[in-house]
Every structure is written in C-alpha cells, then in structure tokens.
C-alpha cells in the first residue's frame, strides 16, 4: 500500500528522514538497475558539474535536502544528485503520467486537476505521501518516490498551490537547474505570479509539464519548459496531457513521444469530446489493450505503471483532495485539505 509519512525539520533532517524512508525500495531494486548504473555513470560530465554548482548556488537550501536524502540512503551525494537529474541525463527515464485539467467556468466554481502518477513498477509499495515542513516553512504534501525529493510528481502545499507534473522527454538539454530542483522549488512559492518567475527566469536543464493552480487564483496554468523555451498556458476549456509537449511554441522542441504517451493524449481527448462524465474514468480508462491509460501491465512499453492516482479540486476555500491506490471507482485511500491529512482508509 501507499505509505503516509510526516516529517518536519532543517532541510538536511527532512532529506535525512526521507532517505531513511525510501532505503528499502532503493537497496530492494535499484542500485541494481541497469538505469543506476547508466545515470551514475555521469559522476564526471561536465554539464552535470555545472548543474550541481547552479543548485548549490540558487537553491542551496534544496542542496543539503539533497544531502540530507543521501545520508538517509547511506549512498553517495554525487550518485544520489546524478539520480535526482537523471530525467536531465537521460530523456527513457521511467516518468510518464497523464493529467486531467478542468477550469474554472461560469458553471463550475472550482478547478480541477487530476493526475495518475506512473514510475517504475517496481517502486510499487516503496512510495508514499509526505507531509514535509522544512524549518518553519509552510507544509507541503507530496507524492514521492525512493531516493527523490519531493515535487516532481503530484503535491498541495499549506499555501494552497495545487501542481501535477508529467515527464517531456528532451532530446536536447543545457547545464542548467535540474527539472526535479526546479518543481522542488515551486512548493516554496506562494503564488501562481511566483511559480511562473522562477520557471521563466531561472536557466533550465531538462524539460516537464505542470498543471498549476492556488486557491487566490482563478486561472489553472498549462507549463511546458524545456532548456531554451517555458510556455505557460492559461486554460479555458477541459484537457488532457500525457508526457509530450502539446503547446503551440513548444511541441516542435525536440522530443520522444512514446506510443503509450501518444495513444494517452489521444484517447483522453476522445473522451472528453465525448462528454466523458468524471475525469477520474479518463484516467481509469483501459480500452487500448497496449496503452492503456491506468497503467498495471507488467510488459509495459515504457516500463511504467500507475502507482497513484489524485484527484485535486481547487477552490478559494482551499484545496480539497484525494489520493487513490487503484482504478477509479474505487474509495480514496487518503483524503486531505491544503497539506493536512484529513482522513484514511488504510
């Protein structure tokens, strides 16, 4: 089952106790990966030196969280930043997800955001909701993986920024902040007007799609950034994304789209012309015998599956969730309000 951790303290100790969390699944399976050892094999690269001194000097505080996450491993620093860069290093890393976003209208009141979260299988068991508090900064609750920071997958921070990130695969990618350090970054942020600065002004290494909404703002954001291009998207009308750039400046970037991300975005948006009648069947959606959307075969041809699904809904009230351990419809095993959790059925 999805595991539900609380943890607090400077940003090494959190780092620490999340290292210390996700140790298991790490020594379980994957330092003996052919993908630990291909991304750790970039230990002297250049461009990778030059991405670890931006962190150190733009994010230091991220930095010790990843130390800190490194000592709880009791791994190397050097592997365990490698690790944390690796869809920068590597454009097949095991990261794919499909995102549901609904706006706010004149009919609904509240935006949307709904999000399966897929990665490795076998991490399936090893992964959990954190509930981190860094110093006396405001909480964040996040989906997180072993021997990952937080922020790259789906999170609501106490501030009442909602995000879901898929994965772009990049073809080309600059010595720049790491995608992972980046979205790590915008649960630090208190608004939308914040979250897009730091994406559009810092330099950027690899590339992601965020869903992004606050509960001050009536605007649910599309943003897909790569190396030299960040689009951001005010959305009108009800979509789907998978792990491809789709935006009019940036689907030309240079990029993979796999047949599980392709067919994904496809059937999404049929669904939705459809007049599909709750976006949690979208993502539940196994019509392709080959791309499903809810993803749990075992020969997957990206080698990912759905290790959780999250349902957001973003209101001025704040932001009310759920997160769910199988294909909708099912009962939510963990239901929260901003970064607290409110209730659980494990």
């Not at 454009?91 to 706010?104: L, N």
């Not at 990665?119 to 981190?132: D, H, V, W």
């Not at 772009?168 to 914040?194: C, D, F, K, W, Y």
Request: hydrophobic fraction near 35%; include cysteine; aromatic fraction near 10%.
């Amino acid at each position: 089952m999805l595991s539900y951790i609380n943890i607090q303290g400077s940003p090494h100790e959190v780092g620490r106790q999340l290292g210390e969390f996700g140790a298991p699944g790490v020594h379980a399976f994957l330092l003996t990966s052919p993908d630990w050892a291909y991304i750790t094999s970039f230990k002297h690269d250049p461009d990778l030196m030059e991405m670890k001194t931006r962190v150190q000097q733009h994010f230091p505080a991220i930095w010790e969280e990843i130390q800190g996450l490194a000592k709880g491993l009791e791994l190397d620093e050097t592997d365990v930043f490698l690790w944390n860069c690796r869809g920068d290093i590597w454009a097949m890393s095991k990261d794919g997800c499909t995102t549901v976003q609904y706006p706010q209208t004149a009919q609904r009141t509240e935006r949307r955001i709904c999000h399966n979260e897929d990665g490795y299988p076998e991490f399936n068991g090893y992964c959990a909701m954190a509930r981190c508090q860094v110093n006396n900064s405001p909480a964040f609750t996040s989906f997180v993986y072993p021997a990952s920071i937080p922020g790259h997958t789906f999170a609501v921070t106490q501030t009442g920024l909602a995000m879901a990130v898929n994965n772009l695969r990049a073809r080309h990618v600059a010595g720049g902040i790491p995608r992972m350090v980046l979205t790590r970054a915008l649960l630090n942020q208190a608004s939308l007007e914040q979250a897009v600065e730091l994406l559009q002004t810092l330099p950027r290494a690899g590339g992601f799609h965020i869903s992004l909404a606050h509960t001050n703002s009536p605007h649910l954001l599309s943003i897909e950034f790569f190396s030299s291009a960040c689009s951001v998207k005010s959305i009108t009308a009800d979509q789907v994304h998978a792990n491809h750039a789709i935006h009019d400046e940036t689907f030309n970037y240079p990029q993979i789209i796999t047949g599980s991300s392709g067919w994904r975005q496809l059937r999404g948006q049929q669904m939705l012309a459809k007049g599909v009648g709750h976006p949690l069947e979208i993502l539940a959606d196994q019509t392709h015998p080959q791309f499903p959307v809810y993803r749990k075969q075992i020969n997957d041809s990206d080698h990912e599956n759905t290790l959780a699904t999250a349902d957001m809904q973003i209101g001025p009230q704040g932001v009310q969730w759920q997160v769910y351990d199988g294909a909708w419809p099912t009962k939510p095993i963990y239901v929260f309000k901003d970064a607290d959790l409110v209730s659980s059925n494990i």
